[in-house]
């Protein structure tokens, strides 16, 4: 720990008052204004929401015979100063604070307190737990627009602190407790949509873009069977060609991945009423959130794309097929937010989603739920194919 802690520690020691052991995490009233509190999952760290005025960074430590002491840098309109935080038996603290620029030993320039008005916490718009690319970032936010919280990534917790208005936040993320930067330089900037888009750059790794929202699952599609039902081929209705078919996940930000399910590398016969197998499995995050009707993330898709270049005559016809699946549907069944019965029924025991070109066989087993979907192409009365597919969360 660097020095400043160090000098501390030992100006701590002269102060005898017996100590509770954690702050709280909640809402508290002090001589300053109102503190927001929030600890890292680990307790390592702890965050602080100064009024409209500030940030508060810190982290705790153990005296023998006095219990946990919380020191940290603050801000105040940009100017940084540093505290001390002693829980007390009142689930409040008793504390110190000193501007930077204040030199000596054992020197403060006035006591903060702190009293414990709730445990809960404003249900604003970043008080939120979001699941990113990166990991999970935990966040609150005051009145004010000042949020602060942490990112848990790679083993590792991060501090994050920064304002927010007008739907944006600009901001840091930082693994040191004894600055907090102001207007410049940020880390962290991203837009809130009932989720959240922007980019990042963690410590000890390069820029990117980044995704945030309640729900982040790995979306799992096994691409099972592909079907002739009806071709014109010769000799004994056998189809000279090359299938090709393909996957994207997306949703209002952009596209999350795309996949090549399929592809016939040489010209292959298709015979007619002829199952082919495939069973090939693909996987990538997808992010969502089953909460209200809109946002970034309310409504992901799947599109996926079908070609059957045939060797005879009349390739002219267009072979590309397009089809849309509407997820939102899907993710609340996969879920338990709805059940097989919700959905109107379909031919051969299949279910209807809405907003997708595809059916679906609903099952349920083990306490686990499978979707499986059925995809009919139709060139001429002549000329039709199917394939079949499952999705799953993982």
Known sequence: MKIFFTTLLAILLYNTVLANDKLKDGVFTSPHGEVHILNSKSGNKAVGLYNKYGHILLSPFTITGRGTVYTGAFSNNCKNGLVSFSPNSTNGWNGNYKWKTTTGFNKWDGGWNGTLQ????????????????????????????????????????????????????????????????????????????????????????????????????????????????????????????????TMILYDDIGTLFTRDLYTDQTNKRYQENQSYDVNRTVSGDIFYSLVGPAGYYSNPRLGFSFTHRRTRASNAEDRLRLSTISLKSILEYLNFQRDASSFVNGPDGRKIIPDSDHTFWLTEANGKRTVRGYAFIKYGNDDKWGYFYTLKLK
Request: a positive charge.
């Open 118 to 245: 709730s445990t809960n916490f404003p249900n604003n718009e970043l008080t939120k737990t979001f699941q990113t690319k990166l990991g999970t970032m935990q966040l609150i936010q005051n009145s004010n627009g000042r949020v602060a919280g942490f990112l848990y990534t790679n083993n590792k917790e991060f501090y994050v602190y920064g304002d927010y208005k007008n739907k944006q936040f600009k901001g840091y993320i930082t693994s040191d407790e004894n600055t907090i930067k102001c207007n410049t330089g940020f880390t962290l900037s991203f837009d809130w949509n009932h989720g959240i888009y922007g980019t990042v750059t963690v410590p000890g790794f390069s820029k990117q873009n980044f995704r945030g929202s309640e729900s982040r699952n790995l979306l799992e599609l096994k691409f099972q069977t592909i079907k002739n039902y009806a071709n014109k081929g010769r000799p004994r209705d056998k189809e000279w060609g090359k299938i090709n078919i």
